[in-house]
């Protein structure tokens, strides 16, 4: 007899905020918030420097949050010096110089966490959960773009 759950989204849910718990914890050591390294690394990823449009969609659809969460973000980024609008262009943001060296000190240590909790498990399995996951999360977003209010 298997000892191993089924997998569900209370399982998913359980390893998501277990992970998330240990990623909240080294970015208080930051000052920055979760919602803010989203930001950072998403503007990282993206070349350093992004379309404010299009992280304010990155962060509202990976994130699920409203977009004036998003947009709060990235105004309290610009406060703190972190990102900052690229001259001669409001539409673009970018990384400053304090953004990036934070941004590069938190994707160091969250490489070491995923080593931590990735480190040792078969690279099968990996790719099967990772398969799955993603599949999981297309169906989902697919049920909320096209979700309507339960009818009584």
Do not use: C
């Not at 990282?44 to 990155?58: F, T």
């Not at 610009?78 to 934070?102: C, H, N, Q, V």
């Amino acid at each position: 007899m298997s000892t191993t759950p089924p997998l569900n989204g209370q399982v998913i849910g359980q390893a998501h905020y277990a992970t998330r718990a240990v990623l909240e914890r080294l970015v208080a050591g930051t000052g920055a918030t979760f919602h803010q390294v989203v930001a950072l690394n998403a503007t990282a990823d993206n070349g350093s420097v992004m379309d404010r449009e299009r992280l304010v969609l990155r962060m509202t659809s990976t994130l699920k949050i409203d977009e004036s969460v998003a947009l709060a973000t990235m105004a309290d980024l610009m406060a703190s010096k972190l990102l900052e609008t690229l001259p001669g262009d409001e539409s673009r943001i970018r990384l400053t110089d304090a953004g990036r060296a934070l941004q590069g000190r938190i994707g160091t240590a969250t490489a070491g966490i995923t080593e931590r909790l990735y480190g040792g498990l078969p690279a099968e399995d990996l790719a099967a959960a990772s398969r799955v996951l993603t599949a999981v999360t297309a169906r989902a977003n697919a049920e909320l773009e096209g979700a309507q209010a339960p009818s009584a």
